[in-house]
């Protein structure tokens, strides 16, 4: 049902670009839009890529503070 929800609001939303006259076609292909795709994907990749690696590295961060004796109270 959200499927059928997401294409009836796509539908309508490339609806409202014809009314107002917006080619889809000549923003993708604008040297600034391109410019500023192009950007935004890079640093996208290298976000993903920062976060990825914390995550790599965050079982070898645990092993490392597993020998630490911690307090329990109420014991």
Not at 1 to 20: E, H, P, R, Y
Not at 40 to 57: A, K
Request: charged share 15%; aromatic share 14%; net charge negative.
């Amino acid at each position: 049902m959200d499927m059928i929800k997401m294409v009836i609001w796509v539908v309508i939303g490339l609806l409202a670009l014809s009314f107002f006259g917006i080619s889809l076609r000549a923003l993708y292909e604008s040297p600034t839009n391109q410019d500023n795709l192009s950007f935004i994907i890079t640093l996208t990749d290298q976000g993903w890529d920062h976060i990825s690696g914390f995550f790599e590295n965050m079982p070898d961060f645990f092993k490392d503070i597993s020998h630490l004796n911690v307090p329990t109270y109420g014991k």
